[in-house]
């Protein structure tokens, strides 16, 4: 561990104290006084290399496809906790003992109501928008009626289901979703998206399953683009309901959580013009096309996304228990296949993400394609809540970067006659 690092700039020595995190490979160099000091601000697009707070919610080591829930390696909380626990995990830091998670889920069932004033503005929500445009439009109404709730944090979390479902339901032009106080968390999902008018759903245990478990791979993932902005806002101290309203819209792009959807289309087109692999891995390798191989790459992961693995799993056992069969699994499965054996994703270390899978369990489960990235804005909320929560209890400065300027200098205005 070295605790000083040397800057020099024109023969003058500058020296800088380092931070360390939990692991010795989290290492920072503290540039917070670089301006002050030197004149000079760090130049980095896309915050590749800029550690832009301290955080106790998740770890990753891209290099080793480890990915920690508050420490807990996320193949043993899939295994061991109800997205209801991992929840309670990442918002409190530590696991709930029967009590605690009894009383987390009663406190939760007393918000588990659509609000009379949300349903009448929803009312004008025309059908054609964006199922992620409504929903977080509709979250952010939440700041109009709610901004002195004591409970926000479940208070939040009984409302995403129920708007994410109202979101689902006005694109069909279905009667708004019925809330029930008896099911679990995932499985009152499932009964408010798919319920008919006189026929109440009931969700195969198999499906909840499957869907419980995807919510806990997307539950937190430390500071991606979606979450970066939630503590952006919180750092401003925005409202938490405006921060994740903010949160679901820059998970939207399809660099982010829109691509489970591009997924998907993207498999479809590739069946459907008749399943050319090497095609299509040509396309995506060549840089004079936009399109890239949806689902592939991310910029930690430098080695297989453990959340991909395990998808991919949820994906095979679910088809398997459902007895039915997916030609898009079997073409992702041999799409995935391809490019790894390909030596522009092998070089440019690119393996499957999240993304890649998620989206063929959606599918199998009934979920349009346009609310792929609604049930991603569900599972990260937890997240997306807990580090809201972490920035306003650390009080940490608001985040406000700088820039190099490259437009005009500066000049008058000449007007002519
Ligand atoms: N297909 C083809 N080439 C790719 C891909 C891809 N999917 N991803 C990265 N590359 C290339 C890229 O062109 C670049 O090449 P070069 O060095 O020759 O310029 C190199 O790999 C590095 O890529 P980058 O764009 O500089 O990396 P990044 O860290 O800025 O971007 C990413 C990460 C996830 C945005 C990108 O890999 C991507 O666009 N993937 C497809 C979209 C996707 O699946 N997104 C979901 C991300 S995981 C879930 C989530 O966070 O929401």
Redesign the pocket.
Known sequence: MCSNVNLEIDRYNYKFSTTYGTYNNDKAINFNKLREDTGFITFDP?L?NTGITKSSISFIDGRKGILLYRGYPIEQVIDKCSFLETSYLILNGELPDSIDIDNFSKKIKKFNFLDEEILSISNKIPKECHPMGILSSLINLLTIFNIKNEDKYLYLLAKMPILASLAYRIKRNLTPPCTDQKSYYTSNLLKMLFSEKNREHKPNYIIIDALDKLLILHAD?EQ???TTTVRLLGSSHTNLYSSVSAGINA?WG???????Q??IEMLENILKSGGNLKKWINK??N?KDP??????????YKNF?PRAQIAKKIAEDLIKKLNISDPILDLAKNLEKYALSDS??KE?K?YP????YSGIVYQAIGIPKNMFTVM?ALGRLPGWMAHWKEIRNNNDPIGRPRQIYIGNKKRNIIKCG
Request: charged letters at 30%; proline letters at 0%.
């Open positions: 896309g590749k993932h991606n683009c979606s998970l399809k660099r982010h959580g829109g691509a489970n591009e997924v995506a390798k840089k399109f890239r191989l949806m689902g592939f790459g991310h910029r930690i996304d522009y994703f440019k690119l993400n999240i993304d890649f991603f």
